[in-house]
Nanobody
C-alpha cells in the first residue's frame, strides 16, 4: 500500500521560509516523477513543482520560480519543497503526488497523470 505523508506546513510571515516534506512508504520516490500541488480556498488544485524520475528535470509554476525548489533524498525516500520569500498568495493546502508511469525525464503537469496523493499540509502566509 502506497502512502505519501506531507509535513512541514504551518503559519509563517510574508518573506519567511518553510520546507515541506513528503515521506513515502510502499513506494520508492526515486522510481517515479514527483510533484507538489497546492489548492487555495475556492480555487483549483494547481501544480507548483515537479521532479522527473531521473532527478535531473524540474518544472516550476511561474508564480514560484526562483523562490521554491523541489528535491529528493533517495536514502530517506522523501521529497522536499523548499519555499522561500513566501507571499500571502502562497497560502494553500499543499499536496505531494507520485506519477509511477512517467517517462524518465518527464515532469508531469496534470493532476490526472499522478497516481498517488498525500493528504495535504496547510501553509498559511500572513502579511
Amino acid at each position: 500500500q502506497v502512502q505519501l505523508v506531507e509535513s512541514g506546513g504551518g503559519l509563517v510571515q510574508a518573506g519567511g521560509s518553510l520546507r515541506l516534506s513528503c515521506a513515502a512508504s510502499g513506494h520508492t520516490v526515486s522510481l517515479s516523477a514527483m510533484g507538489w500541488f497546492r489548492q487555495a480556498p475556492g480555487k483549483e488544485r494547481d501544480l507548483v513543482a515537479a521532479l522527473s524520475w531521473s532527478g535531473t528535470s524540474t518544472y516550476y509554476a511561474d508564480s514560484v520560480k526562483g523562490r521554491f525548489a523541489i528535491s529528493r533524498d533517495n536514502a530517506k525516500n522523501t521529497v522536499y519543497l523548499q519555499m522561500n520569500s513566501l507571499k500571502p498568495e502562497d497560502t494553500a493546502v499543499y499536496y505531494c503526488a507520485a506519477d509511477v508511469s512517467a517517462s524518465y525525464y518527464d515532469t508531469p503537469r496534470r493532476e490526472h497523470e499522478y497516481d498517488y496523493w498525500g493528504q495535504g499540509t496547510q501553509v498559511t502566509v500572513s502579511s
